[in-house]
């Protein structure tokens, strides 16, 4: 044992030396991850960043401790993966009546849906902070060289994701608000059916409809557990299961606005992009040819950019599109069943309609979107053949055939076993109303 005022040991040293390395590596790993404070401001995606930020799934350079925003991150994820196996207990539980078991499994898959997708946020950081700062610098400079054309196409995407983040977001607070409500009036003006566990077992009354979600019992009783738990697990459900999929949609707009104006500069083939001061009249046949091979180079570099932008977009939404493919399919069905079979009260109709509605609209907007890349990157061919080829010399000719040959390469989107595409979500519906025609015959 060492005596009082004697040199630390070599392994006091070692072990404090080893927590200096370890917070160093923890600090840069953390700043690897922030993003510029002009990011959060940016047009189309500032509404999503200031959410997450707010989650902790991002944060900003001029934070004071950027750590806090991880430590946030890894709390709220925790708590929607608690939810969710919460609600699976109950659902495991079964139910005596098969709308409340129908609104329980669509609350229960839909937790699960957005746990997959947080956890997967968090293991896919890196690339959602790099994919976030490249097109926040592609943006800038779209916004500096873009004539009025490109920036009506700009201001178009940017009311076009606000709508359809006002279409998913404006459901699951109807959804939210309902439960509130029922909590709410409840409290107020029926406490005995709010702590009264024993009465609801007994059939005498009917529980807060927050309550049948989870597998608490008699600590429903607990104001904490029973009451205020739900009420958190309610608000994190509601804004970031919109939260997560309409971000994605604006990702992949942005891919779609980036090929229309690719598309639309390869058919004017204007040179005065790269120098607003250049005639083209008073130029000789090769300084003319030496600007249009410097324009081409240009689009080659969009090009290749957009597609690497697309595949790390698909690397970033495969398993969670997967997971929302195979549950929200099944379900759909078994709502239409349970529907249709069931006596559903005015409430449960409304929630319901409300869950069929959400992931039939989580499910077409990526299928939706990945065909509009596609079809738009299958047009770019076109835009390069609709250029004044004819008038070029041998040399741009054979580049811009080379180009259309590159621009018929398919651009499609994957999530792992399938194809992102309208057919595939006309497959879905097809599918999910062929079960509901075999349910409905078994029963």
């Given at each position: ?299 080659v570099k969009d090009h290749l950019k957009i597609r690497r932008f697309v595949h790390e977009l698909e690397q970033l939404i495969r398993v969670p599109v997967m997971a929302d493919f195979i549950i929200f399919s099944v379900l759909i069905c078994f709502l239409f069943f349970a529907l249709s079979v069931g006596s559903p009260s005015k409430i449960d109709n409304i ?93």
């Open positions: 044992m060492a005596e009082k005022g004697s040199p630390p040991s070599r392994a006091y040293k070692s072990k404090k030396c080893a927590a200096r390395q370890f917070s160093l590596v923890t600090m840069l790993r953390v700043k690897d991850l922030l993003l510029s404070h002009d990011i959060f401001d940016n047009i189309i995606f500032h509404l999503h960043l200031r959410c997450f930020r707010l989650y902790g799934y991002v944060s900003a350079k001029d934070q004071c401790r950027p750590w806090l925003s991880l430590a946030r991150c890894i709390f709220f994820t925790a708590c929607i993966w608690l939810t969710c196996v919460l609600m699976l207990a109950r659902v495991f539980q079964g139910y005596e009546s098969l709308i409340d078991g129908a609104i329980t499994c669509a609350t229960t898959v839909q937790y699960l849906a957005v746990s997959i997708s947080t956890l997967n946020a968090i293991v896919q950081r890196k690339r959602v902070i790099s994919l976030l700062r490249e097109i926040n610098v592609d943006m800038q400079q779209l916004m500096i060289s873009a004539d009025i054309g490109e920036w009506d196409l700009l201001l178009s995407t940017q009311k076009y994701t606000r709508k359809i983040t006002l279409i998913l977001w404006v459901p699951s607070m109807v959804a939210g608000l309902l439960a509130w409500t029922d909590c709410i009036y409840r409290t107020l003006f029926m406490p005995e059916t709010v702590f009264n566990m024993p009465a609801v077992r007994a059939g005498k009354e009917q529980p807060i409809l927050l309550f049948k979600l989870y597998p608490f019992g008699e600590l429903c009783d607990n104001f904490v557990i029973g009451y205020l738990s739900p009420w958190y697990a309610l608000c994190l459900g509601i804004t970031t299961i919109p939260l997560w999929h309409t971000f994605i949609t604006c990702l992949m707009k942005y891919m779609h606005l980036k090929l229309i104006i690719l598309k639309k500069k390869a058919a004017e083939m204007n040179i005065t992009r790269l120098n607003a001061f250049l005639d083209p009249d008073r130029l000789t046949p090769a300084q003319l040819n030496r600007w249009q091979i410097e324009l081409i180079k240009t689009f929630f319901m309609f409300i869950y069929i509605f959400v992931m039939a609209s989580i499910l077409w907007i990526y299928h939706w979107h990945a065909t509009l890349i596609s079809e738009c990157h299958e047009e770019l061919s076109f835009a390069y053949y609709s250029a004044p080829w004819h008038a070029y010399d041998q040399t741009m000719k054979r580049t811009i055939l080379l180009m259309i040959v590159h621009a018929q390469r398919p651009m499609k989107m994957r999530a792992v076993m399938v194809q992102l595409s309208v057919e595939t979500f006309i497959d879905i519906v097809r599918g999910a109303y062929t079960y509901f025609n075999i349910l409905s015959q078994l029963y």
